[in-house]
């Protein structure tokens, strides 16, 4: 029988063979990886580039619309509302602060006693926060001067009140004072404290005194009792 | 022994490297850094866009505000107090009131005012001294016209005593305020 493998003019596939064709194909695969790593660096390269270049040109276009903003922004007209809500706001402020001493003088009215009489008043504002009164006052009996007290502390308006410099004269009990002629007397200081909240001014119109010299009368309490006019009458019952 | 062929594709792999880390990495880094100036940038342009909005608004606000009204907010605080047309106002205030004028004068600027933290500043007090005679509505009338003045003249002091025929004398202090310059804008100045 003949060979028919030796005879054959078609060569054999042997194991070398295949071991030849595997080591083809790792280096086709290593080829691939080189040839697809320097293109993609290469694209890449160029795509960062351009990409780069982009930016940049982006970065120039926000810096000139800044610039064109901050050209735009207009100074004069910042320091005109600056000054202007300065202005504003200072000019709250005090209204805030503003206080009636018509209404000081409409709570001594109210809270003080016929039988009792000024002879003289200092009214001094503290901090925009308080006014002191000393109010030196005269009356004709110790009792008055309690009751005087008692209703200084019992009104809405008064912070505090303190009796200071009590002095008495004509007290005399063996004698009676319509006999002597003398009339009894005691005088004291009363330190009154009064809240600037407690006495606002409420704005009713405005007085424009200056330039035109126009006037407009107002007057926002009634103005009626005088503290400084002793009264004869006396009514703590009443009160 | 390496064939070319190796060889050429160990240089395009060693090239490839050596570009990502001399070229690509240091570019992107650079454009990350220009892609934050740009994020910068755009928030800036954003906050100016938006100052100069509010100012327009605040301008046109303003402007919007009557001249009467702002004419009375200058009468109120001015820059300036002019001590003789106060004392000429208060002249006629007495005369309006009734009582009889004695004396008025211009006691001085107080410029120490309270240098507070108040960003807006602290208008600039000014005081003037009134003597006055008169019966106690007459300087009731006084204190209430005083009180409705187109600017503020603040009773400081009040000193009421009786005098002779059962008059009453009252001596006032009386503050009115001029502008003072924000904090703002003396630091604007500088």
Known sequence: MTDLSNGSFIPRQGPVKKRRRSASKKVYFFSLVCYVAFL????GSAGVYFYGELVDRQLDEEVVALNSEISSFNEINMQRVQEFDTRLQQAYDR???????????????????????????SIERENDEVFNLAANINTDSFDSTIFQRE???GSDTIDSVSIEGLQSSGLNASVSTEDSGLESEISFIAEIKIPLDAVPYVSTSVIRVAPEFEVEETSPLPIEADLFEESTEVNQDEI | MITKG???QILMLVTSVAIVITFIQPKFTEITEVQDNIATYQQKRTEVLSVNSKLASLTSRLEGVSSNDQRRLFDYLPDKVDSISVIRDLYLISNQAGVFYKDANFAGE????????NPFGNPVKHTFELSVEGNYNQIKKLLSLLESNNYPLEVHDLNIAKIEGGFLSANISLVTYAYGKSNNDKANRI
Not at chain 1, 103 to 119: G, M, R
Not at chain 2, 110 to 117: G, H, L, M, P
């Open chain 2, 6 to 8: 190796l060889f050429i």
């Open chain 1, 95 to 121: 209204l805030n602060k503003s206080a009636s001493i018509v209404s000081i003088f409409s709570s001594l009215e109210a809270a003080t006693i016929n039988t009792v009489s000024l002879n003289s008043l």
């Open chain 1, 151 to 153: 209703i200084y502390e």
């Open chain 1, 40 to 43: 993609a660096t290469l694209l």
């Open chain 2, 110 to 117: 107080d410029k120490t005012i309270e240098e507070s933290e």
